[in-house]
């Protein structure tokens, strides 16, 4: 089932290099409306149980450590389509591999520091908006 939300959130990378602000207009004049949107700092136990499902995984201490050392900008986005949209505002992981003009190409720094996290499908979608905002903040 598609639904019109997905979730997002910038990255220590991109919020420490003062890039929020060009980030969310893009994702603004791409059509979409920010449903719920917050920022702070996740601790490093927070972290990990956002990306739990990657606890086995030899790059989770490393990744924990980088998510929880400093602000992020998690928001609810909505618009038609939204998840695979989004998917393709954002650009690769990998920012030597994203189109020109996509999110990651214009502000990462690498495969690790890629400046914004997007779901991969609708049910990530709410379980990761869930994580973060409680019902009563989704507009």
Known sequence: MTTNRTFTMIKPDAVAEGNSGAIIKMIEEAGFRIVAVKKFQLTKDRAGEFYAVHSARPFYNDLCAYMSSGPIIPMILEKENAVADF??????????????????????KSIEANAIHGSDSDENAKIEGDFFFAGVEQF
């Open 87 to 108: 998917r393709k505002l954002i650009g690769a992981t990998n920012p030597a591999q994203a189109e020109e003009g996509t999110i990651r190409k214009l502000f990462a």
